[in-house]
C-alpha cells in the first residue's frame, strides 16, 4: 500500500479545482507532483522543468501531466495563467521569477528560502487574502520549528530559541546546497518573526550517514521557571494540528534542565516518491499543498478573474 494511502480523504471539496503549475523537477517537485496529483482541489495542468532527461519530468509523464523544459518561459506562455504557480527551483531562480509572474495575478507559492514574499507557516498563519500573492514558505526547518515557537513564546517567558535541523544527505539536493546562506538567515528570520524572539539562531546540518538520518528538528529554548510536562502539552497541542497536513510529524522528546528546554521533533515522510527519512521535503511540501488548497476555498479566488478556474 502507498505510503500516502488514506490522505486523500482529509483534502477539502471544492466546486471547481484551481490550476496550478510547478517549477522545478529535482526531488521535491516530484514529491510535489505527487501530492498535487492526490488533491481534489487542485488541477496540475504543467510541469515545467530545464532537462528534458530528469526523473521529475518522467515522473510527471508517467500520471498523464503536461510537462515541458521551457522552464519559466513555458509557464508564462500559456494561453491563460494558472491559478496557483509553485516554484520549486532556487532562491537566485525565485528572484528572477517573481517579476515574471507578479503581472499574471497568480497566486505564487515559493518553496525556496528567497524571503521575498510573505512568510506562511499554515497552522500558525493560514492564507488570507492579507497574505498577498506571493507565499513564501521559509524552509523545511522553519516548517518543522516555527508552529512550536509561536506556541512556546505565547505561553512562556522565552529569552532565546535555537533551531537545530538535520537532513540527510541523500535528499539535500543542489538547490538545498546552493541556498545554505539564505535558509539560515530566512529560517531565523522566521523564528523572531513568529515568536517575538530577537535572540535567535538557526542552524542546519546534512548529515552523511548510513543509513540515511531521518528529519529532525530540535528547537532548544531558555525560559525562567521551565515546566516540562506544561512544555511537553504545549508541544503535543501544535503537533497534533501540523499533523493534519503532515502525519508523519511528531514531538520525540521534551526535555528540561535548569532555564533549557530541548523539544526535539522528526518528520517522516508520507509520500509516493520519498523515503521515509526525506520528511524535510514532505514538510514543506505538505505545507505548499495545504497552503493552494486554502486559496481553493477563498470566497475571494473567483473575484480575480470572475470565473472558478
Same mark, same amino acid.
Given at each position: ?21 510547478v517549477i522545478g523537477t529535482g526531488a521535491i517537485g516530484r514529491d510535489l507532483v505527487s501530492k498535487i496529483d492526490r488533491s481534489p482541489a487542485l488541477e496540475c495542468r504543467l510541469v515545467a522543468g530545464r532537462n528534458p532527461q530528469s526523473a521529475g519530468l518522467r515522473y510527471a509523464e508517467g500520471l498523464g501531466l ?84 509561536? &506556541?512556546?513564546? @505565547? ?8 533551531? *537545530?535541523?538535520? #537532513? $540527510?544527505?541523500? %535528499? !539535500?539536493? =543542489? ?42 528538528? &530540535?528547537?532548544? @529554548? ?8 506544561? *512544555?511537553?502539552? #504545549? $508541544?503535543?497541542? %501544535? !503537533?497534533? =494540528? ?45 505545507? @505548499? ?12 479566488? $473567483? ?7
Open positions: 500500500m502507498s505510503p500516502a494511502a488514506g490522505l486523500r480523504g482529509a483534502r477539502p471539496e471544492v466546486a471547481e479545482p484551481v490550476t496550478v503549475a503536461a510537462t515541458t523544459a521551457g522552464g519559466i518561459e513555458a509557464v508564462l506562455a500559456a494561453p491563460r495563467p494558472f491559478d496557483v504557480v509553485f516554484d520549486a527551483t532556487s532562491a537566485a531562480s525565485h528572484r528572477e521569477h517573481w517579476p515574471l509572474l507578479e503581472p499574471l495575478g497568480t497566486l505564487v507559492i515559493d518553496l525556496t528560502p528567497s524571503k521575498v514574499g510573505q512568510m506562511v507557516a499554515p497552522t500558525v498563519t493560514g492564507v488570507s487574502p492579507a497574505t498577498g500573492r506571493n507565499v513564501n514558505l521559509i524552509s523545511c526547518g522553519g516548517q518543522a520549528a516555527v508552529p512550536i515557537v509561536h &506556541a512556546l513564546a @505565547a505561553e512562556f517567558p522565552v529569552t532565546y530559541f535555537e533551531v *537545530v535541523s538535520t #537532513v $540527510a544527505s541523500e %535528499v !539535500a539536493g =543542489r538547490a538545498t546546497r546552493m541556498n545554505l546562506d539564505e535558509y539560515v538567515a530566512t529560517t531565523g528570520q522566521a523564528v523572531t518573526a513568529f515568536s517575538g524572539v530577537t535572540d535567535v539562531k538557526a542552524i542546519l546540518n546534512i548529515s552523511p550517514a548510513v543509513p540515511p538520518a531521518t528529519f529532525r528538528t &530540535a528547537v532548544h @529554548a531558555r525560559l525562567a521557571g521551565a515546566d516540562p510536562v506544561a *512544555v511537553r502539552a #504545549v $508541544a503535543e497541542r %501544535v !503537533a497534533e =494540528r501540523v499533523r493534519s497536513f503532515a502525519p508523519g510529524y511528531q514531538v520525540v522528546a521534551c526535555t528540561a534542565a535548569g532555564d533549557l528546554v530541548t523539544i526535539t521533533l522528526q518528520v517522516l515522510a508520507h509520500s509516493d516518491v520519498l523515503p521515509p527519512y526525506a520528511g524535510n521535503l514532505d514538510i514543506i511540501n505538505s505545507a @505548499a499543498v495545504m497552503v493552494a488548497e486554502q486559496y481553493a476555498t477563498r470566497p475571494d479566488r $473567483a473575484s480575480r478573474t470572475g470565473v472558478i478556474s
